[in-house]
Protein backbone atom coordinates (compact mmCIF):
# COMPACT_ATOMS: atom_id res chain seq x y z
CA UNK A 1 0.00 0.00 0.00
CA UNK A 2 1.19 3.40 -0.96
CA UNK A 3 -1.35 5.53 0.40
CA UNK A 4 0.28 5.68 3.73
CA UNK A 5 4.14 7.35 2.45
CA UNK A 6 2.50 9.09 -0.55
CA UNK A 7 0.50 11.06 2.12
CA UNK A 8 3.20 11.19 4.73
CA UNK A 9 5.39 13.05 1.94
CA UNK A 10 2.94 15.21 0.18
CA UNK A 11 2.21 16.31 3.89
CA UNK A 12 6.17 16.96 4.83
CA UNK A 13 5.80 19.08 1.69
CA UNK A 14 2.60 21.05 2.42
CA UNK A 15 4.15 21.93 5.70
CA UNK A 16 7.80 23.27 3.71
CA UNK A 17 6.19 24.60 1.12
CA UNK A 18 3.14 26.84 3.32
CA UNK A 19 5.82 27.99 6.19
CA UNK A 20 9.36 28.10 5.15
CA UNK A 21 9.47 28.35 1.97
CA UNK A 22 6.42 30.78 1.69
CA UNK A 23 7.91 34.57 1.13
CA UNK A 24 6.02 37.24 3.56
CA UNK A 25 5.19 38.97 0.09
CA UNK A 26 3.37 35.81 -1.06
CA UNK A 27 1.92 35.71 2.39
CA UNK A 28 0.78 39.11 2.45
CA UNK A 29 -0.74 39.06 -1.30
CA UNK A 30 -2.38 35.74 -2.61
CA UNK A 31 -5.62 36.93 -2.21
CA UNK A 32 -4.98 40.45 -3.64
CA UNK A 33 -7.69 40.64 -6.66
CA UNK A 34 -4.60 42.13 -8.56
CA UNK A 35 -2.11 41.41 -11.22
CA UNK A 36 0.36 40.99 -8.33
CA UNK A 37 -1.80 38.90 -5.94
CA UNK A 38 -1.96 36.07 -8.71
CA UNK A 39 1.44 36.20 -9.38
CA UNK A 40 2.23 35.75 -5.40
CA UNK A 41 -0.67 32.88 -5.32
CA UNK A 42 0.48 31.23 -8.34
CA UNK A 43 4.27 31.64 -7.35
CA UNK A 44 3.29 29.77 -3.84
CA UNK A 45 0.93 27.24 -5.50
CA UNK A 46 3.95 26.51 -7.49
CA UNK A 47 6.52 26.21 -4.83
CA UNK A 48 3.66 23.51 -3.36
CA UNK A 49 4.31 21.65 -6.59
CA UNK A 50 7.85 21.62 -6.76
CA UNK A 51 7.97 20.96 -3.09
CA UNK A 52 5.59 18.08 -3.71
CA UNK A 53 7.11 16.68 -6.79
CA UNK A 54 10.11 16.55 -5.02
CA UNK A 55 9.88 14.66 -2.34
CA UNK A 56 7.36 12.46 -4.47
CA UNK A 57 10.16 11.70 -6.34
CA UNK A 58 12.82 11.34 -4.00
CA UNK A 59 10.71 9.56 -1.61
CA UNK A 60 9.44 7.34 -4.29
CA UNK A 61 12.63 6.46 -5.00
CA UNK A 62 14.79 5.32 -1.57
CA UNK A 63 11.28 3.60 -0.76
CA UNK A 64 11.34 1.99 -3.26
CA UNK A 65 7.60 2.38 -4.10
CA UNK A 66 5.83 1.66 -7.29
CA UNK A 67 4.23 4.95 -8.01
CA UNK A 68 1.94 5.18 -11.09
CA UNK A 69 3.58 8.69 -12.65
CA UNK A 70 0.71 9.56 -14.41
CA UNK A 71 -1.70 9.04 -11.78
CA UNK A 72 1.15 11.53 -9.53
CA UNK A 73 1.08 14.30 -12.28
CA UNK A 74 -2.38 14.08 -11.86
CA UNK A 75 -2.20 14.37 -8.28
CA UNK A 76 0.48 17.49 -7.76
CA UNK A 77 -1.35 19.05 -10.46
CA UNK A 78 -4.71 18.72 -8.21
CA UNK A 79 -2.34 20.13 -5.59
CA UNK A 80 -1.34 23.03 -7.03
CA UNK A 81 -4.64 24.24 -8.50
CA UNK A 82 -6.50 23.28 -4.91
CA UNK A 83 -3.83 25.21 -2.83
CA UNK A 84 -4.03 28.45 -5.31
CA UNK A 85 -8.14 28.03 -4.79
CA UNK A 86 -7.77 27.82 -1.05
CA UNK A 87 -5.61 30.53 -0.57
CA UNK A 88 -7.57 33.26 -2.67
CA UNK A 89 -8.92 32.99 1.13
CA UNK A 90 -12.99 33.45 -0.45
CA UNK A 91 -13.39 29.79 -0.21
CA UNK A 92 -12.81 29.19 3.45
CA UNK A 93 -14.40 32.36 4.21
CA UNK A 94 -17.72 31.16 2.32
CA UNK A 95 -17.65 27.75 3.96
CA UNK A 96 -17.58 29.77 7.43
CA UNK A 97 -20.14 31.60 6.90
CA UNK A 98 -22.04 28.84 5.46
CA UNK A 99 -21.31 26.47 8.47
CA UNK A 100 -22.50 29.47 11.15
CA UNK A 101 -18.64 29.64 12.20
CA UNK A 102 -18.68 33.96 12.11
CA UNK A 103 -17.24 33.35 16.07
CA UNK A 104 -14.60 30.23 15.11
CA UNK A 105 -13.39 32.85 12.27
CA UNK A 106 -13.12 35.68 14.62
CA UNK A 107 -10.84 34.06 17.18
CA UNK A 108 -8.50 32.69 14.25
CA UNK A 109 -10.42 29.40 13.09
CA UNK A 110 -9.57 30.67 9.44
CA UNK A 111 -6.36 29.36 9.96
CA UNK A 112 -7.79 25.90 10.94
CA UNK A 113 -10.03 25.57 8.56
CA UNK A 114 -7.18 26.60 5.46
CA UNK A 115 -5.56 23.89 6.51
CA UNK A 116 -8.00 21.10 6.86
CA UNK A 117 -8.69 22.30 3.24
CA UNK A 118 -5.01 21.70 2.02
CA UNK A 119 -4.98 18.58 3.96
CA UNK A 120 -8.14 16.95 2.80
CA UNK A 121 -6.65 17.90 -1.12
CA UNK A 122 -3.31 15.83 -0.33
CA UNK A 123 -5.14 13.23 1.25
CA UNK A 124 -7.62 12.83 -2.18
CA UNK A 125 -4.13 13.45 -4.24
CA UNK A 126 -1.98 10.05 -2.16
CA UNK A 127 -5.44 8.16 -2.52
CA UNK A 128 -5.32 8.83 -5.89
CA UNK A 129 -1.97 8.26 -6.38
CA UNK A 130 -2.11 5.20 -4.40
CA UNK A 131 -4.84 3.70 -6.36
CA UNK A 132 -3.47 3.90 -9.82
Same mark, same amino acid.
Given at each position: ?49 ? !?????? *???? $? &?????? +??? /? #? ?37 ? !?????? *???? $? &?????? +??? /? #?
Amino acid at each position: MTFAPCFILLYVAHLLADYPLQTDHQAEHKDDQSTAGWKANLAHAGTHFL !ASATLL *AVGA $A &ILDLNI +GWT /A #AAAGLIWIGATHSLIDRRWPIQWWMRHTKQPQFAEHGGA !AHVDQT *AHIT $A &IAIAAF +GIA /A #A
